[in-house]
């Protein structure tokens, strides 16, 4: 795990350490010296530490005039006994949406694991985001970290649309992202009012 990096091709269009908004604004990496840990694994240091013991992010954009951002994640997302959304959402999520940020991408495809918990926090993150014509939606989870979020009813708040499972992101620029992402929930709000 320690080799699985968060995706580092957009750093010419957003820098998470130089965003004053960010809450990793100031952050120092250091490329060879590995401190954080998913259980007895360490990950490399460029992933963010955010109070879960187990999942870490990385902040890959964010555009405050879009109210647009992409968070990448790697590790176990354990809802069931740490709480992780909790901390996603108070320490994350919360700074964001206080600087205009109502659209989320949130990758995971380094989500190796998923145990559900109580579904409040999604609950307040969706009703937050509806309130301001936003969005939220994961895509690239493993087929087993998806069932377990359809399970945990998870669906009803965030966006787990089937074909974005397999969804080639790496070859657009975020600014592509977001107007596709944004074409797709518009058109996903149309079919949901017929």
């Given at each position: 795990m320690?080799d699985?990096?968060p995706?580092?091709?957009?750093r010419?269009?957003y820098?998470?350490?130089?965003?004053?908004?960010s809450?990793f604004?100031?952050?120092n990496?250091?490329?060879?010296?590995f401190s954080?840990?998913?259980y007895?694994y360490?990950i490399?240091?460029?992933?963010d530490?955010?109070?879960?013991?187990?999942?870490?992010?990385?902040v890959?954009y964010?555009?405050?005039?879009?109210?647009?951002?992409?968070?990448e994640?790697?590790?176990?997302?354990n809802?069931?006994l740490?709480?992780?959304?909790?901390?996603?959402?108070r320490?994350v999520l919360?700074v964001?949406?206080y600087?205009g940020?109502f659209?989320f991408?949130v990758?995971?495809?380094?989500?190796f694991?998923?145990h559900g918990?109580?579904?409040?926090y999604?609950?307040e993150w969706n009703?937050?985001?509806?309130?301001?014509?936003?969005?939220?939606?994961?895509l690239?989870?493993?087929?087993?970290?998806?069932?377990?979020?359809v399970?945990?009813?998870i669906?009803?708040?965030?966006?787990?649309?089937?074909?974005l499972?397999n969804?080639?992101w790496?070859?657009?620029t975020?600014q592509n992202?977001?107007?596709?992402?944004?074409?797709?929930?518009?058109?996903?709000?149309f079919?949901?009012?017929?």
């Open positions: 320690h699985i990096e995706y580092y091709h957009w010419n269009h820098t998470t350490e130089d965003d004053e908004y809450p604004y100031g952050s990496y250091d490329e060879f010296y954080n840990k998913v007895n360490y490399h240091p460029q992933w530490a955010f109070g879960s013991d187990t999942l870490y992010l990385k890959l964010a555009d405050y005039d879009t109210g647009f951002a992409i968070i994640l790697i590790g176990e997302w809802d069931c740490h709480n992780d959304i909790m901390y996603l959402k320490k919360d964001l949406m600087r940020i659209k991408a990758i995971g495809e380094s989500v694991n998923f918990g109580d579904d409040d999604y609950e009703d937050e985001v509806r309130e301001e014509n936003g969005w939220i939606i994961f690239n989870l493993h087929q087993h970290v998806y069932d377990e979020m399970q945990s009813r669906h009803h708040y965030v966006n787990l649309l089937p074909h499972m969804y080639e790496r070859k657009q975020p992202l977001f107007k596709t992402f944004e074409m797709l929930m518009n058109k996903h709000k079919i949901e009012t017929e």
